[in-house]
Structure formats: structure tokens, C-alpha cells
């Protein structure tokens, strides 16, 4: 029942885009007869009748032209874009938000520019939209921030759902990230949790340093400190440590570091005693 289900999805998505993909090819043809026939192929007595409205219809065709594009555009767009995503690791529900966001943008941005254009009003419409991006840039300067820190840190991969990091002295996993805040749950400077969230505008990201403890390799540099008595054989103590922890290395670590430092490998070949 799911993959029949799943079928159905994809056909009846593939079959919308034939339809509009004929729809386009169909306003065009019919627009090129109205250029070069002015309805004429349609009779001289409708051709007549119809006449004083063939500016209404080249309008309409423009519309239907533009709007196939931008549907078929918006479409591919949205495929490659959701793919980049997921293989970056963003999660679906940050995929989706954005694939819609970015959806709402393009036809708001096609819609404002057919009228304009239609209506011979360009001039006055993008004046009219400059003014009403700088009046809501100042009124809404933080929220834009956050949001643009979000897009950054969608694409810009500084962190994902799940990494150990740290900004501003605070240091906790994330575990969500949200249009406007990332949550992270706070970890005390032993790695343990403390039990508290943490909300964190998007818009550090362009204002403090962010470190991240889950990137470059899975493991986070440390001291281990041995204490033994005064009577105890030291020399056997270090030989035993020294095996302990390099075979772990090698065995869980070194290969990760290796493919972190590449060319400046070879002060990381041991562990230090």
C-alpha cells in the first residue's frame, strides 16, 4: 500500500508538470498566431467581433507564458536545492520550511514584475518596493537578521542538528534549529548536561565565533592524568599506558586525524606521554 501509494504521488506530480508544460507550449503558439494573423485564423467574422479585445488576450497569454515558466522553474529548482540539503544532513522539517520560503519569493517577485510590465508601471513599482524594503529592514532588523543567519546556516554548514558546540561561553548539543533561534541543551565544561535550553539567535553567526566539538574528527583533545604511588614501577606504568592508549588511537582515532591535518600528519602519529 505505501509504494502504490508513493506511485500514485509521483505520477500525479509528473502528470501537473505535463500539463503545465502543454499549457506554455500552447499560450506561445497561440500568441505567435495573434502576432502574425490578429485572429484572423479564426474566421474574418470572429476575427472582427474578437478585435477590439486582442490586447486583453495578449495579456492573458503573457501571463499564462510567465506563470508556466516560473511553475516549471520553481519546480526543477526546488529538486536541486532540496538534494543539495539532504546531502549537506539538513533535517526535512529546515527543507521544507525553506523550499517553501523560497517558493512564496519567486512568485511574489514574478507576480509584482508581469503587472508591472503589463501595466507600463515599472518605475514606480520598484520605487514603491524600495521604499517598503527599507521601511521593513528598520522595522524588522533583528528578525531579518535571524532569518538570514538561518539561511546561513543552512547552507553555510556551521553546525547541524546534533554537534557539541559553543558560542558566546555557553556550550551545549543542538537540537534544533528554528527560522529565528537555535536550541542547543547546555553541557557543563565536564560534556554533562545541566538539564537547562538554550535559545540562541540565528544572528550569531555573523557576530561571535562559534566552535563546533563535533567537526573534523569525532573525538575532542584531552589530558589523562595516572597517579600512582611513590613504590610503584613508573617505567611499567608509562610502557602499559602508553600501549592502552595507542592502540585505542589507532585503532578508533587515527585515521579521522589523518584525514583531518593530511599533510601535516606526522606530530599526530603518537600519542604523547
Known amino acids: 500500500m505505501i509504494k502504490e501509494e508513493s506511485i500514485l504521488k509521483k505520477s500525479g506530480g509528473f502528470s501537473k508538470n505535463i500539463i503545465i508544460l502543454f499549457v506554455f507550449l500552447l499560450a506561445i503558439i497561440f500568441y505567435i498566431l495573434i502576432k502574425t494573423s490578429n485572429l484572423n485564423f479564426l474566421g474574418e467574422e470572429y476575427a472582427t467581433l474578437l478585435d477590439p479585445y486582442i490586447n486583453i488576450f495578449e495579456n492573458v497569454i503573457i501571463v499564462l507564458i510567465i506563470f508556466s515558466l516560473t511553475h516549471l522553474f520553481t519546480a526543477s529548482t526546488k529538486k536541486l536545492i532540496k538534494n543539495y540539503l539532504e546531502g549537506i544532513g539538513r533535517s526535512k522539517k529546515n527543507i521544507k520550511m525553506f523550499l517553501a520560503f523560497y517558493g512564496y519569493l519567486i512568485w511574489i517577485i514574478v507576480i509584482f514584475l508581469t503587472f508591472s510590465l503589463i501595466f507600463k508601471q515599472v518605475g514606480s513599482l520598484v520605487t514603491s518596493i524600495g521604499l517598503i524594503g527599507f521601511g521593513l529592514t528598520l522595522a524588522l532588523q533583528k528578525p531579518i537578521l535571524n532569518f538570514v543567519g538561518w539561511i546561513t546556516i543552512i547552507f553555510g554548514k556551521t553546525h547541524h542538528i546534533g554537534d557539541v558546540i559553543s558560542i558566546n561561553n555557553i556550550m551545549g548539543k543542538v537540537y534544533d534549529i528554528k527560522v529565528m533561534y537555535t536550541l542547543i541543551s547546555e553541557l557543563n565544561a565536564d560534556g554533562d548536561a545541566t538539564g537547562k535550553s538554550a535559545s540562541i539567535p540565528n544572528e550569531f553567526v555573523f557576530i561571535y565565533p562559534l566552535i563546533n566539538f563535533s567537526r573534523g574528527t569525532d573525538y575532542v583533545w584531552d589530558s589523562i592524568e595516572v597517579n600512582i604511588t611513590y613504590k610503584s614501577n613508573w617505567k611499567k ?5 602508553e600501549k592502552t ?29
Do not use: P
Open 245 to 273: 592508549v595507542q592502540d585505542y588511537y589507532d585503532k578508533n582515532i587515527k585515521n579521522g586525524v589523518k584525514e583531518m591535518f593530511k599533510g601535516n600528519f606526522e606530530e599526530y602519529e603518537k600519542v604523547i606521554i
Open 237 to 241: 606504568a608509562i610502557k602499559i599506558i
